[in-house]
């Protein structure tokens, strides 16, 4: 029999993180717990509910969580919950072969993160991961002026060309219909890779003319939140990438569906964090790993906490390791409830 407890955790950034839609000092999430009773094992999952953006983020969420936590062999509803369920159960009762990753033998590469900030701040940023050896960055962009934001990017290509280094934009939903153009030509004279969400979520037919359009690859994040029919929207809107949160998207099993319609359709994809914390991030890096995913991920959240868990995860320059001689440490003194 299996058994399952949920805690909350406040995880405390290390800076203010901004985005076109927010500024955070810290994010709440939560840890469910599975036993197993005839066996005394245990594993931790991550239910990393995103306030203001996940489909889950309702008022009586906890006492969905209890209900899920009841029966915690079945899948639950709440895309979170089910990531968190599933990650867990997944590492209670491990099955397949270890990938290499999961045996300390290959790193996962990642791109470099470029939050939001005012002019120095972000360049001050850009030359971090750009001397710590990156060869991706993303940047999100939408929160200053755009003109600095160009700026940036000029700075950026006068120290590296495109063939150095790759850049992604996240736009978080920052543009409109009416500026989208204008705005995507100017950035692509400077030798973009892709672009996020340019537009907010569920304008599907101005999307798709933007995608149809664009001399920029546009990719699709929150449009994937609360979607229940991957091959629909990839064929409605046709993008040439979807980012994957796990979190936000169905859970693992969700990911999975949404990157097998994405491979079907012939379009890219890879996984992001939906700011999870080790336990989240792990789950996620060992699922990317198992389907053998090659191009940069976005999966370097791991430092963003003070108060994040001791884990296996560490960053190597670009790229993601998992340390098997290492152990995910759980505080003992977090209010676990059923």
């Not at 397949?96 to 290959?106: D, L, P, Q, T």
């Not at 920052?174 to 950035?187: F, I, K, Q, V």
């Not at 990157?259 to 990317?288: M, Q």
């Not at 868990?309 to 790229?319: I, W, Y």
Request: net charge negative; glycine share 8%; proline share 5%.
């Amino acid at each position: 029999m299996v058994t399952a407890e949920w805690a909350p955790y406040r995880l405390d950034f290390r800076f203010t993180a901004r985005t076109s839609r927010e500024s955070m000092t810290y994010k709440d999430t939560y840890l469910v717990r599975l036993r197993d009773t005839d066996t005394g094992r245990e594993a931790v999952g991550e239910c990393a509910l995103f306030r203001g953006l996940s489909a889950d983020d309702v008022p009586d969420y906890e006492q969905r969580l209890s209900a899920a936590c009841s029966r915690p062999c079945e899948p639950a509803a709440e895309s979170s919950i089910r990531f968190g369920l599933e990650s867990a159960m997944q590492a209670l009762y491990p099955a397949g072969a270890e990938s290499a990753f999961e045996r300390g033998e290959a790193g996962i590469p990642i791109n470099g993160l470029i939050w939001m900030g005012d002019h120095e701040e972000m360049r001050r940023r850009i030359d971090a991961k750009l001397d710590a050896g990156f060869h991706v960055l993303k940047l999100k962009i939408g929160g200053i002026d755009f003109e600095a934001e160009l700026a940036l990017l000029e700075y950026i290509r006068g120290r590296y060309s495109p063939a150095a280094l790759e850049l992604r934009l996240d736009a978080n939903g920052s543009m409109t219909p009416d500026n989208a153009r204008d705005r995507l030509g100017r950035l692509a004279a400077h030798s973009i890779h892709s672009i996020e969400q340019p537009l907010r979520a569920g304008q599907t037919e101005a999307t798709a003319r933007l995608c149809e359009w664009s001399p920029i690859a546009i990719a699709l994040d929150e449009e994937l939140i609360g979607a229940d029919d991957p091959d629909a929207l990839i064929a409605a809107i046709r993008p040439a990438y979807v980012i994957l949160k796990p979190a936000l998207c169905g859970g693992l099993s969700g990911a999975t569906r949404w990157a097998d319609a994405a491979e079907r359709a012939g379009i890219g994809w890879w996984a992001t964090s939906a700011l999870e914390s080790n336990v989240g991030l792990a789950a996620i890096a060992r699922w990317v790993a198992r389907r053998g995913v090659s191009m940069p991920q976005g999966l370097g959240t791991g430092m963003l906490y003070h108060n994040n868990f001791a884990s296996p995860l560490e960053l190597r320059g670009e790229r993601l390791w998992s340390d098997p001689s290492r152990r995910l440490v759980i505080p003992d003194n977090l209010p676990w409830r059923q």
